[in-house]
């Protein structure tokens, strides 16, 4: 066996084989590594613009609420304003008869 002959066979033992073996089971998992990657980048970003999405409901929700209160609390002051000042009428005019 000469040189020239050594040289056209690839595989000459076991571990050449196993070499091939690795090297396509590297390749198979970085491929994997890859595509997860991927896949966890675009669950952060649906997780970050759900979560931007309800800080948005929450502050419309929040606003919504405050315009309630003040509203309840411009009826409420306003009807025991009213309740009050009516009362003391009432009771200046039972004094006038």
């Known amino acids: ?7 056209k066979n690839m595989i000459e ?7 091939i073996v690795l090297s396509f089971c590297i390749f198979w998992l970085t491929v994997f590594l890859c ?3 991927y896949y966890l980048a675009q669950t952060f970003r649906q997780t970050n613009e759900i979560i931007s999405s309800m800080r948005e409901r929450v502050a419309h929700l929040t606003d919504i609420v405050d315009l309630i209160k003040s509203k309840a609390l411009g009826f409420v002051t306003k ?3 009213g309740f ?3 009362a ?4 200046k005019n ?4």
Do not use: V
């Open 79 to 81: 009807k025991a304003f």
């Open 1 to 7: 066996m000469n040189s020239g002959e050594k040289n």
């Open 88 to 91: 003391g009428k009432e009771a």
């Open 35 to 37: 595509w997860g990657l």
């Open 84 to 86: 009050m000042t009516g």
């Open 94 to 97: 039972k004094k006038k008869k």
């Open 13 to 19: 033992n076991t571990k050449d084989i196993f070499y």
